[in-house]
């Protein structure tokens, strides 16, 4: 038996019980009543909006602190016994080299010598920023306005971080923090790793829901829910991250493999899976969510429900790529999983090279062909750089990719253009992870963008896309941007997907994120222009040499028109009707998320608000 072999340990008990669609509970809530009896998708409980006058219009919004309707000392008291302590007021991660916080619940001394050398020594950690209750990975969207510092003397304000945190170890504590933000009209946010480029996980004055201890694992020898998939699964807990679900697949015989990220600390069963998730597998497997076989979730109005192809499979198909925090807060996600393989990788680097461009061009010229084989390649642009690290061979032999890579390495000889270039075979897909995907860096400030280029971009509009990418690493004369490139057709094994995915990623080559980086004290002004330079110049250039008319809700740009169409394509309309069955109030809030169209954070990204 698989599952004897391996047993994470359950740090968080899931629905495992779960098989008749509503999974009736007994739970105690956060005003002490039952929450027995209440039906599926009931509202009745549900707080009004705050009314708000914003440049002359007229809005609903969330309510805030200092304001009559904010829930009082009490009642935050009740709730904090309803997830049996686990509510904490957040704190920046910086404030510790802070003499004080300056917080929204009042000033309190923060500073703590060692507790600061050890951020300072790790704020450009991934790994130690996952760790905290509510940091981001990509600061720019806490507003920076509490780094580690060498002068304690320095204000620290909360910026755009919740105000409180429940650490929840248990669904109970999960449900209890959707209640108490529906009933309080509280800004929610769920946590899960802070990997969100695009501060998805982090809110100004929001209440906080960290799912990073929920990393229960159950392998299945053999799925037996709805459809004729009876093949190995496995059921991942919402903070399980993606190189720890490797890492115990590995570690069964024979070893299995599941579509994860090509980043060790991204999520899996969090924002990740809700964007669609590409990595490493993907050609060979298709996307994450082509991959999934059930959610366990908790809805906007604190139902319990398994969401499968039998049971809410309106949900099921809207959660498979329609958006993060959109639908539900998913608790576990059951998924495919297959056998690990032989495999061979390779890479490359051209470096410091006034010849970068031929390389960016051959490198492009060769891709569909790269895809067509299965192949799946990350690389890296910087001026005058190109790193392709790693080619990766999934069941490949060392000479079977040597052949598929060679005529591209003939051409770049033949061209003249210097490189290095490196190849080796692997006893598991596994072993290739860990020896060629570079662990990344946390604490980055910058803008993305991104975009996605098809087989047929690929095969008609190279000098296109190769100029486009130069717009990329030099969009104005004092600005440098780097860009991060992923080779993968998710359509090669998987045709049609029935997810809520843009079906324009079924023809797919090269996804790339354009990354533009900004000082960590650029005044509103500069922000501004930073953001037009994104918006304008580098995606305007990316979309320009692209017809797909996709790009990924994941890794873009959110402030630019026509994300709808962007991100989903046709996928959209149903998907903005399904949040307003799953969601019509906005209980949960991401940026750029189907039926979000009259939300809007006021106040120079502050208040999230209704326009009325
Ligand atoms: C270094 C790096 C590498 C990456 N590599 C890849 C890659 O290879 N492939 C890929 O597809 N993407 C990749 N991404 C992008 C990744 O998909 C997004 O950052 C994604 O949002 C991460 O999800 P998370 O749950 O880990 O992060 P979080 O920042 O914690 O959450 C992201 C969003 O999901 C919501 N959310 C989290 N948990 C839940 C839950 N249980 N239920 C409902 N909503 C939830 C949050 O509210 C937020 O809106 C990468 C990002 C980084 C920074
Ligand atoms: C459910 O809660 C009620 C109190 O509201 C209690 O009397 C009853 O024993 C509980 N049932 C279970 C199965 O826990
Ligand atoms: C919640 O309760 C725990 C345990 O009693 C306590 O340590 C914590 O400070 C409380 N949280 C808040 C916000 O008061
Ligand atoms: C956010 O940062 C800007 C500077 O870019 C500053 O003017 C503004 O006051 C900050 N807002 C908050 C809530 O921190
Ligand atoms: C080229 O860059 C890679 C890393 O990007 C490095 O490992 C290699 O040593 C560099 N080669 C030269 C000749 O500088
Ligand atoms: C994918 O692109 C190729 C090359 O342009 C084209 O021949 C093929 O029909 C496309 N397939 C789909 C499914 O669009």
């Not at 490189?419 to 692997?426: D, G, L, N, Q, R």
């Not at 930073?530 to 580098?538: A, F, G, S, Y």
């Not at 979309?543 to 996709?550: K, N």
């Given at each position: 038996?698989?599952?004897?072999?391996?047993?994470?340990?359950?740090?968080?008990?899931?629905?495992?019980?779960?098989?008749g669609?509503?999974?009736?509970?007994?739970?105690?809530?956060?005003?002490?009543?039952?929450?027995?009896?209440?039906?599926?998708?009931d509202?009745s409980?549900?707080?009004?909006?705050?009314?708000?006058?914003?440049?002359?219009?007229?809005?609903?919004?969330?309510?805030?602190?200092?304001?009559?309707?904010?829930?009082?000392?009490?009642?935050?008291?009740?709730?904090?016994?309803t997830?049996?302590?686990?509510l904490?007021?957040?704190?920046?991660?910086?404030?510790?080299?802070?003499?004080?916080?300056?917080?929204?619940?009042?000033?309190?001394?923060?500073?703590?010598a060692?507790?600061?050398?050890?951020?300072?020594?790790?704020f450009?950690?991934?790994?130690?920023?996952?760790?905290?209750?509510?940091?981001a990975?990509?600061?720019?969207?806490?507003?920076?306005?509490?780094?580690?510092?060498?002068?304690?003397?320095?204000?620290?304000?909360?910026?755009?971080?919740?105000?409180y945190?429940?650490?929840?170890?248990?669904?109970?504590?999960?449900?209890?923090?959707?209640?108490?933000?529906?009933?309080?009209?509280?800004?929610?946010?769920?946590?899960?790793?802070?990997?969100?480029?695009?501060?998805?996980?982090?809110?100004?004055?929001?209440?906080?829901?960290n799912?990073?201890?929920?990393?229960?694992?159950?392998?299945?020898?053999?799925?037996?829910?709805?459809?004729?998939?009876?093949?190995?699964?496995?059921?991942?807990?919402?903070?399980?991250?993606?190189?720890?679900?490797?890492?115990?697949?590995?570690?069964?015989?024979?070893?299995?493999?599941?579509?994860?990220?090509?980043?060790?600390?991204?999520?899996?069963?969090?924002?990740?899976?809700?964007?669609?998730?590409?990595g490493?597998?993907?050609?060979?497997?298709?996307?994450?969510?082509?991959?999934?076989?059930?959610?366990?979730?908790?809805?906007?109005?604190?139902?319990?429900?398994?969401?499968?192809?039998?049971?809410?499979?309106?949900?099921?198909?809207?959660?498979?790529?329609?958006?993060?925090?959109?639908?539900?807060?998913?608790?576990?996600?059951t998924?495919?999983?297959?056998?690990?393989?032989?495999?061979?990788?390779?890479?490359?680097?051209?470096?410091?090279?006034?010849?970068?461009?031929?390389?960016?061009?051959?490198?492009?010229?060769?891709?569909?062909?790269?895809?067509?084989?299965?192949?799946?390649?990350?690389?890296?642009?910087?001026?005058?750089?190109?790193?392709?690290?790693?080619?990766?061979?999934?069941?490949?032999?060392?000479?079977?990719?040597?052949?598929?890579?060679?005529?591209?390495?003939?051409?770049?000889?033949?061209?003249?253009?210097?490189?290095?270039?490196?190849?080796?075979?692997?006893?598991?897909?596994?072993?290739?992870?860990?020896?060629?995907?570079?662990?990344?860096?946390?604490?980055?400030?910058?803008?993305?963008?991104?975009?996605?280029?098809?087989?047929?971009?690929?095969?008609?509009?190279?000098?296109?896309?190769?100029?486009?990418?130069?717009?990329?690493?030099?969009?104005?004369?004092?600005?440098?941007?780097?860009?991060?490139?992923?080779?993968?057709?998710?359509?090669?094994?998987?045709?049609?997907?029935?997810?809520?995915?843009?079906p324009?990623?079924?023809?797919?080559?090269?996804f790339v994120?354009?990354?533009?980086?900004?000082?960590?004290?650029?005044?509103?002004?500069?922000?501004?222009?930073?953001?037009?330079?994104?918006?304008?110049?580098?995606?305007?250039?990316?979309?320009?040499?692209?017809?797909?008319?996709?790009?990924?809700?994941?890794?873009?740009?959110?402030?630019?028109?026509?994300?709808?169409?962007?991100?989903?394509?046709?996928?959209?309309?149903?998907?903005?009707?399904?949040?307003?069955?799953?969601?019509?109030?906005?209980?949960?809030?991401?940026v750029?998320?189907?039926?979000?169209?009259?939300?809007?954070?006021?106040?120079?990204?502050t208040?999230?608000?209704?326009?009325?």
């Amino acid at each position: 038996m698989l599952a004897s072999l391996l047993r994470a340990a359950a740090v968080a008990a899931l629905v495992e019980t779960a098989v008749g669609g509503i999974v009736p509970r007994n739970t105690t809530d956060s005003f002490g009543a039952a929450s027995r009896g209440k039906s599926v998708l009931d509202w009745s409980d549900a707080a009004k909006l705050q009314p708000a006058t914003y440049q002359g219009a007229s809005y609903g919004c969330k309510c805030y602190v200092g304001q009559s309707c904010w829930p009082s000392s009490s009642k935050w008291r009740q709730l904090n016994q309803t997830v049996d302590g686990a509510l904490q007021v957040h704190t920046p991660p910086g404030a510790v080299c802070h003499n004080t916080f300056a917080g929204p619940l009042g000033t309190v001394n923060t500073y703590d010598a060692a507790a600061c050398a050890d951020a300072q020594a790790n704020f450009a950690s991934e790994a130690w920023t996952v760790e905290k209750p509510g940091a981001a990975i990509w600061t720019y969207f806490t507003n920076e306005t509490c780094r580690p510092t060498a002068n304690p003397a320095d204000a620290c304000t909360l910026g755009y971080y919740g105000i409180y945190v429940i650490m929840a170890t248990s669904q109970e504590h999960i449900k209890a923090g959707i209640d108490f933000a529906r009933r309080n009209n509280i800004r929610l946010i769920v946590r899960n790793t802070g990997h969100d480029f695009i501060g998805r996980s982090t809110g100004y004055g929001s209440l906080i829901i960290n799912t990073h201890s929920f990393k229960s694992v159950k392998w299945l020898d053999s799925y037996t829910g709805p459809g004729s998939y009876r093949g190995t699964a496995v059921t991942i807990g919402a903070g399980v991250q993606g190189g720890e679900i490797l890492a115990q697949g590995h570690a069964l015989y024979p070893p299995l493999a599941v579509v994860t990220g090509e980043c060790a600390t991204v999520g899996i069963a969090g924002g990740f899976i809700q964007g669609g998730g590409h990595g490493p597998w993907t050609t060979l497997k298709g996307m994450s969510v082509d991959n999934v076989l059930a959610f366990d979730v908790i809805t906007a109005a604190g139902d319990y429900l398994t969401v499968n192809a039998q049971q809410n499979a309106d949900l099921f198909w809207a959660l498979k790529g329609g958006g993060p925090a959109s639908f539900a807060v998913i608790l576990s996600v059951t998924m495919k999983t297959f056998p690990d393989l032989a495999s061979s990788g390779a890479t490359l680097y051209v470096n410091g090279t006034a010849l970068w461009v031929d390389s960016l061009d051959v490198f492009h010229k060769w891709s569909n062909h790269f895809v067509d084989n299965g192949l799946y390649v990350y690389y890296e642009m910087m001026p005058f750089t190109l790193r392709a690290r790693p080619f990766v061979g999934i069941g490949k032999t060392m000479a079977e990719l040597q052949t598929v890579l060679q005529p591209f390495l003939d051409e770049l000889t033949a061209r003249g253009v210097p490189f290095e270039f490196a190849i080796k075979s692997y006893p598991t897909f596994f072993d290739l992870y860990h020896d060629l995907f570079e662990a990344e860096k946390a604490a980055d400030t910058a803008l993305t963008g991104g975009w996605l280029f098809n087989h047929d971009d690929m095969a008609s509009r190279r000098s296109e896309i190769v100029a486009a990418f130069q717009t990329v690493i030099f969009p104005r004369q004092d600005l440098v941007g780097i860009m991060i490139g992923h080779l993968f057709n998710p359509g090669y094994s998987v045709p049609v997907a029935d997810a809520a995915t843009h079906p324009a990623w079924r023809n797919a080559t090269d996804f790339v994120i354009a990354v533009l980086p900004v000082p960590a004290t650029a005044s509103l002004a500069v922000k501004a222009d930073l953001q037009n330079v994104l918006t304008n110049t580098i995606d305007a250039a990316l979309r320009g040499a692209s017809r797909s008319g996709a790009t990924y809700v994941n890794e873009a740009n959110p402030y630019q028109a026509d994300w709808q169409s962007h991100f989903w394509g046709t996928s959209y309309p149903r998907l903005k009707e399904l949040r307003g069955k799953w969601d019509p109030l906005g209980i949960f809030y991401a940026v750029a998320t189907p039926g979000t169209e009259a939300w809007e954070v006021i106040e120079d990204g502050t208040r999230l608000c209704k326009k009325l």
